[in-house]
């Protein structure tokens, strides 16, 4: 199976990052916009992991839950990937006090002794749109510059969800196998 682990979004930010991405269609009609239901925040993407795996991904991701208090989570501003070349797609970023990198950082620590690398280079965001045919940066700028100082909502995170991705050839479909509560009581 194909898994990565995450934090989904509140209603409410999924609405408001719908009516962005409306906005978005309108002016980039080769772009593929992320469904509302599939909009998340990736805090590690595993790849293949096979059943037995599951089992040690699952104890860690449980360990690590365990360690973080419930928190919020402000989707703000947005920019793009590669920060170079040609754009493939649109983000906006995802502020929690600094708890999603630090989640982040403790699964990389905990899943490094089961083969699973740490890629040290996490950035909190949500992919918005994709693009099939690259935009003029310029043209994207625009929006990026607009939306510097836009919310687009808040979610309060309670748990982490352990995410399977199956490729189709209409996109992908994520189904939560797992869900584990933030039940720390450390403050950060």
Do not use: C
């Amino acid at each position: 199976m194909r898994i990565f682990i995450a934090i989904w979004l509140s209603e409410e930010t999924r609405k408001a990052l719908l009516s962005a991405q409306k906005v978005l269609l309108n002016r980039f009609p080769q772009a593929r916009a992320v469904p509302p239901d599939n909009l998340h925040l990736t805090l590690k993407f595993l790849g293949e992991v096979s059943a037995p795996e599951m089992e040690k991904v699952s104890g860690v991701l449980g360990e690590v839950a365990s360690l973080f208090p419930p928190f919020s989570l402000t989707v703000k501003t947005a920019g793009v990937f590669p920060e170079r070349g040609p754009v493939r797609l649109l983000w906006v970023g995802a502020e929690g006090s600094g708890l999603p990198a630090r989640i982040n950082r403790q699964l990389e620590g905990n899943l490094e002794k089961y083969g699973y690398p740490a890629e040290n280079r996490f950035r909190e965001h949500i992919t918005v749109i994709r693009f099939r045919t690259a935009p003029q940066r310029s043209e994207i700028q625009s929006i990026i510059n607009q939306w510097q100082e836009k919310t687009f909502g808040q979610t309060e995170v309670k748990e982490l969800a352990l995410v399977e991705s199956r490729l189709t050839p209409e996109g992908s479909i994520y189904t939560t196998l797992k869900s584990f509560p933030l039940t720390g009581n450390q403050r950060f």
